[in-house]
């Protein structure tokens, strides 16, 4: 043996280890391949021998080559091999190679779970790091849940090192395995207070990243971490809980208030920057959590600019960066507070460093107003000339443009100015963005009508000048600015001062070296110009202009014609050819300026870029109709649920086509016209049109007014924006001047008590008035369409599918246990098709997760149980079940036991716990007067929101509440009283839960996992009758027996009534009686009368509320069935006792005849093949809430399973107690649901869809 | 072409840890594609400019950012989303140098290129699939020292020899030194490990 190993290292002597690899690599720059490829056969002859050493080193060597780019996925099981040996040197190699080379699809993974089990349990604690990290690298989803409780043991470990390790690895095995977060979260929140630092900072670590992504479901850790935060001098874990804080304030603006002090001490006192800066962020945060309540926290507003401003005057340019990063948050919110540190913004813009520039940029967007606009552009401008580097340069021109065009050119207040700039801009070489200045020129043309003159001018002159901007066609972005310049001029020609020069100018050769789509705009407007310069001939007696114009034209235009350019060739040619026919009437002395400028007449509206968007469906037009039915093949296999109803198809979507037949449509078409025709908004033929859209009331119509004259309409060569600066100086000047004499003027008018109040504050942005009143005419929009301010929110946005919370299933914990995995794929039955059995042999894989449930069955069970004694019989049957279900998971129990003793952190089972930060919150600095009474008052019903099963009767107690009295202590006192009312009703639903069918519980499961919102809450009890006394609340008689045996067409129906007394007096004697009908009847003990009253088992106290089950026996349940009923009780007060009675009426809906039943795919096709159902079939319409609640309601209310979910389409079944098979398919597309069902009794069934109708209707 | 080298397998390094946090599906060429970017961005920046870089599609968007430092000829880059804190990923990098520089005594860049594994088995102390783990240098080195020191009696006499050979390796050749690189004094040749 020890031969063996001698023997096996002198082998191994002579191979390459790691560093002669890296040497030979080194040494063979030329041929570097060809090296590696004799290596890699070198490594492969390695791993073939059974020396682990050698083995090793092989491996060692692939973990360095695959760092270089190589694949080495050939060699994962050598790697295993490595990973499993005993000694820790291979050991680690082995992981190394495993955490850099092995993913998710990488198979061998599998292999490893029993090996890394034995290395988590390894008595040396190297072994056990070493597996952990390697696995926080590759865990998968099956590492996760095969090993979850190994980790979790190890939380728990001796040695802080595992401890540690243990702690973080955990958040990646929530992330892959979802379900372990709620079984390991109490001992993970346990780790927040380890001793050890480093545990501790590992689990605020997880538990920060664990909350970011879901902060509400953490904040009641906030009283937890806000100790951490003020105990803790590490500043590692400081900053992580200082970040975590900022996540949670949004949701919660009173632990911001709470926040700010210890945030400001920090402020003071910290001198680490990092810190510093983190609490600035927070309490940035927090600010604009509060900005709309608390004005007078402008004092931690100052604080943090004044901070930012030394991170960002420091000559280090990282804090500079933060600094400006941060300044961008607080000018969100308060940009005035920022406004005022503009200078050093500005000097920013002047760093060397381009992120700090760009960040420089970025705040300048939010602090321009109408007073600095043009001084802030100037100075862009003067670094646009400096600037070196291209993508800079063109960062700042889109700056500038986003800066002037920002919220509809809210800041201009000179156009003239603007278009200047614009055509500045157009001198920048090598630009990308021409395209950019070109839509600025073309949208202010369009829609600033006033200015439509100067800028023609403009654009005549830079149409004249296009050689300078043409210089290398190809590169050249900027000749893009060409083609606005020549559609302005041609579109509004009749401003131009000289059109027959432009057209010139545009018709010169040069042209011809334009990209195509330019010179087709070219083209079209030579044509139009064309005609403004034959018009302005017109009243000339000789015709010799108009004939220039002509000849020129058709001199030039061939040049165009022989373009390779398709559309530049088209449009040349036929207007060659009508110039050509113009030329030869001109001879005849026709006049022809009318009939050519008819050509071009109209004016085009600007019409908003979502507009097409916009455009209502119109009534009656289903987009997703098939036009002709369509060929039968595409009928695919996997369609099965459509498949399934296909018979039925035609006869559901024929009625609806021939509804609307020709005359219908013809009268539709009419009516719309007319709508049209009253809507200013629409655009139409008419060249008129434009009058009656301006004359429409509603539309904000300003009256054009002349243009100011002193400015200059003709600019000599290319205009200085700078002048306009000037000017506008001086005009403002006057403004101002004139305001005061006006102001003297309303001031005496005011004293002879005519005039308005008003303000004559120092001036203001609203004092500053445009140059030249400008109407900036609205984008068109068609009719009808919706005016939203949420156009920016793609519905279809493919991140918002994506944020899909790993945790989620976990977060809403209030809702039915969930089993996630697998719910996606449709059940099977196995062959025999027996479902009962069926349910009892699923695979065993599921076992766990089930006992994970009946677990967290438990513990709510459990907490219950500890506020009250009264239950204990009912706890005792729940314990023996979950003992039955849970022998085989002993060591989960078991850890399950010890942790125990924590708050699990779901919200459902600590609606204490939310009181208790509501009460930590609402002890705030802030003096706790009634009004604060008040809030807390106002916040006790929001675990109400949050429990599985809102009482309706929740509201009413506390609105009786809070008229009662206004102490706080009272209130808090009532609060609990609520919370244990909540918290046993809320047993008795899940009790519920336990009794119903498992499998029934999974299918209702089928229809939500995998979507991200948490089902609204819903709950089967509702109100049977109340008064002073008393309450009774009637559960939905849901718990149905089918008793064969003793009646064999007739059933059972279970109802559950919760007695609460409302009173301060004692209740008891309570008698329940019903007046029997014929079908259905209140089973009464034997010897008892037909007409005599049951006793209810129990006495009510004041203010405690009990439930109690009445068996009725009902023969058929194809109809919904009322039955009168009394309840009798006597109210025992000190002194006296009187007898006191309520009527109700029990309702017996046919939903309640139904029990959930689940159905596999293949039997429900096979039922729905079978032929002996009868169909039926309901439409709903404006249901507005997403699919899966719509399904979860119809589970949850009526009963039903989800077989199979095809997207926005299900298959559900449900069996009435006499045996009935009732199928649905529901399909949604918008609001409309649609619901064909398939019964074998049509009259049962008929009811069924009216209680589902009455159900949606409610909400 | 050393440096780029090097920062290549530096960067390697840190998008390995990347990788981790990030990539689903992790496959050689993004990888490659990634470090080839990130050494384009952090090598054309200025001395005395920030050190951060915002994300660009290619390391996961904008929620991330290129946090760096840059030591003689070696860039150290870590991928970080926002939930780190800027400055702090700064002061991690300087641990992690400076526990490099315990570690090997006056680490140069030889050290890193020849001992990569070592370089990971440390870097796995601090960092444990993406989230920052241990921050505190001597537990660190205390961690790392001990690990070293059980490699080193498990090697025992088998080990010996492999080592003995590895020596007479380095000293056979006498043209690598020529090879390493041209005209940098700091260069040293990797440590020859001694018989003990």
Known sequence: ?1259 | PFIKKQTKLKTRNYCSFLNVSLYSVQNEDTEQQIIRETFHLVSKRDENVCNFLEGGLLIGGLDYKLIYRHYATLYFVFCVDSSESELGILDLIQVFVETLDKCFENVCELDLIFHVDKVHHILAEMVMGGMVLETNMNEIITQVDAQNKMEKSEAGIAGAPARAVSAVKNMNLPEMPKNINIGDISIKVPNLPSFK
């Not at chain 1, 301010?789 to 944020?803: C, F, G, I, N």
């Not at chain 1, 929740?954 to 009786?960: F, R, V």
């Not at chain 1, 299900?1210 to 069996?1215: L, N, P, V």
């Open chain 1, 1 to 1259: 043996m020890a031969l063996k190993i001698v023997k096996g290292s002198i082998d191994r002597m002579f191979d390459k280890n790691l560093q002669d690899l890296v040497r030979g690599i080194r040494n063979h720059k030329e041929d570097e391949a060809k090296y590696i490829s004799t290596c890699i056969d070198e490594i492969k002859q390695e791993l073939k021998q059974d020396n682990i050493a050698v083995k090793a080193n092989a491996v060692c060597k692939l973990t360095y080559l695959q760092m270089l780019g190589y694949d080495v996925s050939w060699a994962a099981f050598n790697i295993v091999e490595v990973m499993s040996s005993s000694k820790f040197t291979y050991k680690r190699i082995g992981y190394l190679a495993a955490s850099q080379c092995f993913h998710e699809s990488t198979d061998v993974i599998m292999l490893t779970t029993n090996q890394i089990r034995k290395d988590l349990s390894s008595p040396n604690q190297y072994d056990t790091g070493v597996a952990l990290t390697g696995l926080s690298c590759f865990v998968t989803p099956d590492l996760a849940r095969d090993l979850a409780n190994d980790i979790m043991t190890l939380m728990s470990h001796t040695k802080p090192y595992i401890r540690k390790k243990a702690v973080l690895i955990m958040y990646k095995v929530f992330l892959k395995y979802p379900e372990s977060l709620r079984p390991a979260f109490p001992r993970l929140k346990e780790k927040l207070e380890d001793p050890d630092p480093g545990v501790q900072s590992a689990a605020v670590n997880v538990i920060c990243e664990l909350a970011r992504r879901n902060p509400k479901n953490y904040l009641s850790l906030a009283p937890l971490f806000f100790k951490l935060m003020t105990s803790s001098t590490n500043n590692w874990v400081l900053i992580k809980i200082i970040k975590l804080f900022g996540a949670l304030t949004p949701l919660e603006p009173r632990l911001g208030k709470k926040l700010i002090e210890p945030l400001t001490n920090l402020i003071h006192s910290t001198s680490a920057m990092s810190l510093l800066y983190e609490c600035v962020n927070t309490v940035i945060a927090v600010l604009i959590s509060l900005s709309s309540g608390m004005p007078n926290h402008s004092a931690s507003i100052q604080l943090c600019v004044q901070k930012l401003r030394i991170l960002i005057e420091d000559s280090d340019q990282n804090l500079k960066y933060l600094g400006l990063l941060a300044m961008s948050k607080i000018l969100k919110t308060h940009p005035k507070s920022v406004q005022s540190h503009k200078d050093l913004i500005l000097q920013c813009l002047d760093d060397k460093d381009e992120s700090i520039r760009l960040r420089a940029l970025d705040l300048l967007y939010g602090m321009v107003s109408k007073k600095n606009l043009m001084e802030i552009v100037k100075k862009l401008m003067l670094h646009v000339d400096k600037a070196e580097g291209t993508t800079y340069r063109d960062e700042l021109l889109t700056k500038i443009i986003d800066i002037c065009s920002q919220s509809n050119y809210q800041y201009i207040t000179n156009f003239e100015w603007y278009i200047s700039i614009l055509v500045e801009l157009t001198r920048l070489e090598g630009t990308r963005h021409g395209h950019l200045i070109a839509s600025q020129m073309l949208d202010v043309a369009i829609r600033v009508k006033a200015i439509r003159a100067f800028a023609v001018a403009q654009m005549a002159t830079l149409l004249d000048n296009a050689h300078l901007l043409t210089g290398n066609t190809q590169r050249n972005g900027i000749c893009e600015v060409l083609y606005a310049a020549a559609w302005i001029c041609g579109e509004f020609s009749e401003h131009l001062e000289n059109p027959m020069q432009t057209l010139e100018a545009m018709l010169r050769p040069k042209v011809a070296t334009l990209p195509g789509h330019i010179q087709a705009v070219y083209v079209q407007n030579a044509a139009k110009l064309f005609a403004t310069v034959l018009k302005g001939e017109e009243g000339n007696t000789d015709g010799t202009a108009a004939q220039e114009a002509s000849q020129l034209m058709i001199d030039r235009l061939p040049l165009f014609v022989q373009s390779a350019n398709l559309e530049v060739q088209e449009r040349a040619s036929c207007i060659l050819q009508l110039v050509k026919y113009i030329q030869k009437l001109q001879q005849k002395d026709v006049e022809v300026a009318e009939e050519v400028n008819a050509l071009f007449a109209g004016e085009l509206n600007p019409v908003a870029p979502k507009a097409q968007k916009k455009v209502p469906v119109p009534e009656g037009l289903d987009l997703d109709a098939w036009i002709n039915e369509p060929p039968s093949e595409s009928e695919s296999e996997d369609e099965q649920p459509k498949a399934i109803f296909a018979k039925e198809e035609p006869k559901h979507s024929r009625p609806r086509h021939t509804e609307v037949d020709e005359k219908e449509l013809a009268r539709r078409r009419e009516a719309r016209k007319q709508e049209q025709a009253n809507n200013p908004f629409y655009i139409k033929a008419s060249p008129s049109s434009q009058k009656v859209y301006q004359e429409a009331p509603g539309v904000e119509h300003i009256p054009v007014v002349q243009i100011d004259l002193n400015v200059p309409l003709k600019v000599p060569g290319l205009p200085m924006s700078d002048q306009y600066v000037k000017m506008e100086e001086e005009r403002r000047q006057k403004e101002r001047a004139e305001k005061k004499k006006k102001e003297k003027k309303k001031r005496k008018e005011k004293r002879s008590g005519r005039g308005k109040k008003h303000d004559s504050a120092p001036e203001s942005e609203e004092d500053i008035t445009p140059a030249h009143m400008v109407d900036i005419v609205t984008e068109e929009m068609p009719e009808n369409a919706l005016p939203s301010d949420d156009d920016e929110r793609d519905p279809t946005d493919p991140h918002k599918a994506l944020d899909i919370d790993l945790d989620k299933p976990l977060a809403d914990s209030e809702k039915l246990p969930v089993r996630s995995h697998r719910a996606a794929e449709s059940q099977k039955s196995p062959t025999d098709g027996e479902t009962e059995n069926a349910t009892l042999q699923e695979p065993k894989k599921k076992s766990s997760k089930e006992k994970r449930e009946k677990k967290k069955d438990k513990e709510r069970d459990r907490k219950k149980s500890k506020e009250e004694k009264k239950k204990k019989k009912h706890k005792h049957e729940d314990k023996e079940e979950d003992l039955l279900g849970g022998q085989a998971d002993e060591p989960v129990l078991q850890s399950e036991e010890t942790s125990q003793v924590a708050d699990p952190p779901t919200s459902s089972s600590t609606t204490a716990e939310v009181s208790d930060l509501d009460f930590w919150l609402s002890n705030a600095p802030v003096p706790s007067n009634t009004q604060e009474a008040a809030t807390v008052a106002a916040a006790a019903p929001e675990p109400s929101v949050t429990a599985p099963d809102s009482e309706p009767d929740e509201p009413k107690d506390t609105e009786m509440e809070e008229t009662k009295s206004s102490k706080h202590k009272k209130k808090k006192q009532k609060k609990e009283k609520e919370e244990k009312e909540k918290k046993k009703k809320k047993k008795h639903h899940h009790h519920h839960h336990h009794h119903s069918d498992g499998a029934g519980e999974e299918s209702v499961q089928n229809g939500t996992v995998e979507e991200e919102e948490p089902l609204p809450p819903m709950s089967n009890y509702c109100l049977l009758a109340e008064n002073s006394y008393i309450k009774m609340m009637m559960e939905d008689a849901d718990e149905v027996y089918d008793i064969q045996g003793n009646l064999q067409d007739g059933s059972q129906v279970v109802v559950s009534v919760i007695f609460e007394n409302k009173c301060n007096s004692f209740l008891k004697s309570m008698e329940f009686n019903v007046l029997d009908s014929l079908n259905s009847k209140l089973q009464r003990p034997e010897g008892s009368g037909p007409h005599d009253g049951l006793v209810v088992p129990f006495q009510l106290p004041p203010g405690v509320s009990n439930e109690a089950r009445f068996v009725f026996t009902v023969q058929s349940i194809v109809m919904p069935q009322k039955l009168k009923g009394t309840l009798t009780f006597i109210v025992k007060n000190e002194d006296d006792s009187t007898h006191e009675k309520l009527d109700f009426k029990l309702h017996f809906t046919c939903t309640s005849y139904l029990i959930t039943t689940p159905c596999y795919s293949d039997a429900f096709a096979k039922l729905l093949e079978s032929g002996d159902l009868k169909s039926s079939s309901i439409r709903l319409e404006g249901v507005n809430m997403p699919f899966h609640h719509l399904l979860a309601r119809i589970c949850f209310h009526h009963h039903f399973s989800v077989v199979e979910r095809i997207d926005s389409c299900a298959s559900m079944y449900s069996r009435s107690i006499q045996g009935h098979h009732v199928c649905l398919l529901v399909k949604t597309s918008a609001q409309t649901v649609s619901i064909d069902a398939k019964c074998d009794e049509p009259t049962l069934l008929g009811n069924v869809l009216d209680e589902i109708k009455q159900t949606f209707s409610q909400c």
